[in-house]
């Protein structure tokens, strides 16, 4: 069993800043290779953010580089995701999600999922 739980949302500015934490606990937390962080909005397709191995190899979508920055911390099990810069357009529901092996950017690859942490990013 894994549990992954996000927190660190909330409503910000546009220009703001923000940092998401996705903790990882629970019988089988030591077996997910890699952490991902997707959004989503109403009516539109859920979108990986970016991903990071415990390794530390990382990923990042072309509409976030620069802005975000993806962490890890292995000895607390927890991932951050530093999003800076923000734009209204970065507003969505902000999901973390493990996998048991190499970096992946699609949803359906990976195996274990969060319930979601608001993200609101007003003009």
């Known amino acids: 069993q894994v549990q992954l739980v996000e927190s660190g949302g909330g409503l910000v500015q546009a220009g703001g800043s923000l940092r998401l934490s996705c903790a990882a606990s629970?019988?089988?937390?030591?077996?997910?290779?890699?952490i991902g962080w997707f959004r989503q909005v109403p009516a539109k397709e859920r979108e990986v953010v970016s991903a990071?191995?415990?390794?530390?190899?990382?990923y990042y979508a072309d509409s976030v580089k620069g802005r975000f920055t993806i962490s890890r911390d292995n000895a607390k099990n927890t991932v951050y995701l530093q999003m800076n810069s923000l734009l209204p357009e970065d507003t969505a529901v902000y999901y973390c999600?493990?996998?048991?092996?190499?970096?992946?950017?699609?949803?359906?690859?990976?195996?274990?999922w969060g319930q979601g942490t608001q993200v609101t990013v007003s003009l």
């Open positions: 629970g019988s089988a937390s030591s077996s997910i290779d890699s």
């Open positions: 999600a493990g996998r048991l092996g190499s970096l992946r950017t699609a949803g359906y690859d990976y195996s274990d």
């Open positions: 990071i191995t415990w390794s530390g190899g990382t």
